[in-house]
């Protein structure tokens, strides 16, 4: 009996072992089956891709905005971002309800049967809002107005990424 118990456990050791890998494997290869075979998930994600590239390129050249043209010491102009945080925890907070009340409305609508698509709807203000946010950005501080409009402008910029 211990012989059968030891090559029935290594049996489905083995095959444990198999089918974990079978899994990992598609794991790791279905997303890029889906981005390369299905043209809008192609798209989503390279509008996402270069609204999070563009986010990471604000967020590193922000303190470089007010250390240059406010003249801010380094310790003052990472003090800003603060001003970022409450954006995006705001905002983060503001969307999940919204978010909720559109898929429940888009829910109703459909006879109580709710689909990923009823999310989509909270994605155009921030499509709208983000260009046009990064862009008084840096017109508020090209023209050296006071520092606090180019901060409460990067706040409402990015509060329109997590709309995405």
């Known amino acids: 009996m211990s012989s059968h118990g030891c090559q029935n456990s290594g049996r489905s050791a083995k095959n444990y072992a198999s ?39 604000f967020l590193t050249t922000i303190d470089g905005i007010f250390e240059d043209v406010y ?13 970022l945080g409450v954006g995006l925890t705001g905002a983060s907070q503001v969307n999940a ?3 909720d009340g559109i898929y429940k409305y888009f829910t109703k609508r459909n006879g109580g049967v709710g689909k990923p698509e009823y999310r989509l ?8 809002l983000l260009p046009i946010g990064l862009f008084i950005t840096g017109w508020t501080a090209q023209n050296h107005t006071h520092w606090i409009g180019p901060d409460i402008v990067s706040r409402r910029s990015t509060t329109s990424v997590l709309r995405h």
């Open 19 to 57: 089918s974990w890998k079978t899994i990992v494997g598609r794991a790791l290869i279905r997303p890029f089956k889906l981005f390369f075979r299905e043209p809008i998930i192609m798209l989503l994600g390279m509008y996402m891709a270069f609204v999070y590239g563009t986010l990471y390129l």
């Open 121 to 128: 709807p909270s994605m155009f203000p921030g499509t709208i």
């Open 71 to 83: 003249h801010e010491r380094i310790g003052i102009a990472g003090l800003n971002y603060i001003a």
């Open 97 to 99: 309800r919204m978010l």
